[in-house]
């Protein structure tokens, strides 16, 4: 079984880890993720790739307590278990949006410091492991 | 803007309706909103409609009747009934025509909305991996803000037991069974820290509305509203919106708060003159954040307010006197259009037993959707 990302325009596996393409505006210096071709900030149509951080600090969370509808969800639904999601703040960079791997509320909290993780999702139609990204609170891993 | 009167309103009643399109709840609420100005569907000289997943509004001419109209489809998420109207008083502000009808009617599957995310613009990955609910931004909006302003999770209860009980009163309204704070409380936990009954439900229904130049509004009724500003505008970067994968760091207020400045600019008064407002409430913790987003109240004030029972019927500022989208459900297209039939209510003193005392004269509605866009109008009697 091999490991494949889910999109390796957004997300890719490399040897050291998993890691999160964007890009930045060449013209203000503002980030976007996924990668894009204009400026969101700007309007400035000189957009180059970057690496984002892996590491991060929690910003917002929520629990995903009930079975999103499929499609377009591709993750399990029998059964279905709650995963959080959350705004994970990559210092001087951006806030990026993902599944959270620790689903308990009790020991989610704002603030606390979270590492990007690949996260199977699903398995396609030649066995593959589809693996998505979300973070994990930092040091479990 | 001085020139608009709303001189007819009508409704299908929100929720569910078996066997009946939404299409067809569509024609119910137009010839409700014909009669009650005394108008004809001869006589609208242009219409514009919206639906987001009930077909083309503009299909609805061939169950009305095929009059030649110019009839315009508007589509722009929660914010369609907004739009619908902002687009049709234009029209009659611009001097193109002198009367006409803004329409909005939807019908959606049961559960929380299904996301199409590449006409979201998003990549696939964001549906498959299981971000593509609007029921996490919400939690995710108002876990931040009671987080920064130090609020406890039981006054999202306290918000959606006042909607339940407004909704009792409603004859229109879909939930019209009062629910305790500990019921809300103890619901099934969908979006940390929103519990089932402090979310809306994607539901059914229809809203009319005849507009006409002002200073023809005599024709039709003794009683016109007249429209100060209706507004709608989109996201600017920083702010913190739904579906986003990503968000700025430098951090800039939502649409909401540009579209009230500006209808207020547009209407000549301030919030201070509000009698009565309806803003979305999508779940409890949106209309928590809009009521200071829209600057009714200052960010924190609203603890204070709510507990003292400032947005209630009989309070300084109602809120969501019909029950909100908390007690009537979200048709998307129609929504917007249901808040602007309500403050039409309650300015002519038609509301009921859910009248505001004291005959209000200024009333305010705002909708917020996806991808972040926000509407806003100001009527007055």
Known sequence: ?141 | MTGVAIVGVGMHAFGRTEGVSGMEQGVVATRRALADAGATWSDMQFAVGGSMEAGNADSIVSKLGLTGLQFTNVVNGCATGGTALATAANAILAGAYDVGLALGFDKHEPGAFRVDTKSAGLGEWYGTSGLALTTQFFGMKVNRYLHDHDMDQRILATIAAKAFRNGAQNPMAWRRKPLSEDEILASAMLSYPLTQYMFCSPGEGAAALVLCRAELAHRFTDRPVFLRSAVVRSRRYGSFEVLAPSLAIESAPGPTVETSRLAFEQAGIGPEDIDVAQVQDTEAGAELMHLAETGLCAHGEQERLIAEGATEIGGSLPVNTDGGCLANGEPIGASGLRQVYENVLQLRGDAGIRQVPGSPRAAFTHVYGAPGISGVTILTT
Do not use: H
């Not at chain 1, 505006?25 to 790739?49: I, K």
């Not at chain 1, 990026?96 to 999702?121: H, Y």
């Open chain 1, 1 to 141: 079984m091999t490991d494949i990302s889910i999109d390796d325009r957004v997300f890719v596996l490399d040897a050291d880890g998993p890691c999160l393409l964007g890009s930045r505006c060449t013209d203000c210096g503002a980030l976007t993720f996924p990668p894009q071709d204009g400026c969101a900030r700007c309007t400035g149509t000189a957009m180059e790739p970057v690496r984002l951080a892996r590491q991060g600090a929690l910003w917002t969370w929520t629990l995903q307590g009930f079975p999103p509808k499929a499609p377009p969800f591709a993750g399990s639904l029998d059964p279905f278990v709650p995963f959080a999601v959350g705004y994970v703040e990559l210092p001087g960079e951006i806030r990026v949006e993902a599944r959270l791997t620790e689903p308990d509320p009790a020991r989610l909290t704002i603030g606390m410091p979270m590492e990007l993780v690949a996260d199977p999702l699903t398995t396609d139609n030649e066995g593959n492991r589809v693996m998505t990204f979300a973070f994990a609170p930092a040091g479990q891993q």
